[in-house]
């Protein structure tokens, strides 16, 4: 692989962005970082020159339901993976875990078997999988088919393992669980989230004891905070240690509740996601979820009942409309779309900011955050052809 250098730009580096400097990357990782003038461009060297724009950290999504015309529930196989992650790229996403929605075991079992064929194959981008169900409470189900939906027993537990080459987040009701499972999901590797729950405050902070990790998509498909039940979305705010995933497409979540959100959490523990359906990279305004006809208008994606159900938001946007509705900066926003995700992962030492050493996920982005280029382990995987 060659020796990359990229110069006249911006590189958001250490929480701002600085003018001057230049990044060299080498085989694949981050080699230096240094005023222009220091940089090594000799001919050895392919320079990018980048006009200006603003190198980024690469983005990463732990939340892709699809993505290109395709929902991994019906593609569940390596080349449906490849499909939702090049459609992902042109919107600066750098890694990501195909996510499954509610289904059956054995498909579970099958998407779980594709992500880890998909990585070991190489599909750039692919981190590992989030399995979204079937451990979820019926009331609080949002689109998930209610015939999937199931208890997490003890004997279920047993034959459950984690993927073998990347991360594997498992988002679960609390409620939904026996006692217990929460420890042993997180001893055997998996990164356990709470999601479509409908817990008690009490409930959650036990799971919280027990290893819980974080909160899917938040405030959404959860108990909310009450005046004498504070319920998931109170436990999730009252914890300073777990993460928390916001869907900021102005639909999901009020700017409002966002604002508290990070004033209760602060930059480091939020981290942005898509929740992203078939539509994300695609024209589709209209496609199939299980039994479900969801329709998309105006970037909405609702079922025949006006259920909300997932997205056609993608990560620079969700970067964007972050920033519109709290009024952080970019430096903010972009770390809970690239730093936090990693650190959520268990990748921080590998990923998630321009640091020498690390692995080159870049983003090339102008002033009005339009990405022009996505380079994933210093191969470049995207480029507008504008």
């Known amino acids: ?38 940089l090594r461009t000799d001919d050895d060297v392919d320079v990018y020159d980048l006009g200006g724009q603003m190198l980024l950290p690469g983005f990463i999504d732990t939340q892709v339901n699809g ?18 992650a090049e459609a992902h790229r042109q919107f600066g996403t750098a890694g990501f875990l195909p996510t499954l929605i509610s289904d059956e075991l054995d498909v579970v079992e099958q998407a779980m078997r594709a992500v880890d064929d998909a990585i070991e194959e190489g599909v750039p981008g692919v981190l590992g999988v989030h399995i979204e169900g079937p451990f979820l409470n019926p009331e609080r189900r949002g689109v998930h088919d209610s015939r999937k939906l199931k208890r997490l027993t003890a004997d279920t537990v047993n034959t459950l393992l984690p993927i073998r080459s990347g991360k594997t987040v498992l988002t679960i009701a609390p409620e939904a669980v026996d006692a217990g499972t929460i420890r042993e999901l997180s001893k055997k590797g998996f990164i356990v989230c709470a999601g479509h729950s409908n817990a008690s405050y009490a409930q959650t902070a036990a799971a919280l004891k027990q290893g819980l990790s974080g909160f899917t998509h938040l405030f959404n498909a959860m108990s909310q905070l009450g005046v004498r039940e504070p319920g998931v979305v109170g436990a999730a705010l009252d914890d300073p240690g777990s993460w928390c995933g916001v869907i900021a497409d102005g639909h999901h979540v009020n700017p409002v509740s966002l604002r508290i959100a990070y004033r209760c959490k602060g930059p480091d523990k939020l981290m942005l996601v898509s929740d992203a359906m078939p539509p994300v990279g695609s024209v589709l305004k209209q496609f199939r979820l299980l039994d479900s006809v969801v329709d998309v208008a105006d ?70 955050l339009q990405v ?7 191969a470049l995987e995207y480029e507008t052809s504008e």
Do not use: H
Request: glycine letters at 14%; one cysteine or more; a neutral charge.
């Open 67 to 84: 993505g290109g015309g395709v929902l991994f529930n019906d593609s569940a196989n390596v080349s449906g993976i490849r499909r939702i």
């Open 372 to 378: 022009s280029m996505t380079w994933i382990a210093g």
């Open 299 to 368: 970037g909405v994606c609702r079922d025949q009942n006006g259920t909300l159900a997932g997205t056609a938001l993608d990560m620079i946007a969700a970067v964007r409309n972050f920033m519109k509705f709290t009024g952080i900066d970019l430096p903010l926003a972009v770390k809970m779309a690239s730093t936090n995700p990693a650190a959520f992962l268990g990748l921080g030492n590998r990923t998630g900011a321009i640091e020498i050493g690390k692995r080159a996920d870049l983003v090339v982005a102008d002033d009005d």
């Open 1 to 38: 692989m060659s020796t990359l250098a990229f110069t006249n730009c911006k590189v958001l580096k250490d929480g701002r962005l600085n003018y001057g400097l230049g990044v060299t990357v080498k085989n694949g990782l981050i080699d230096d970082i240094s005023s222009e003038g220091e």
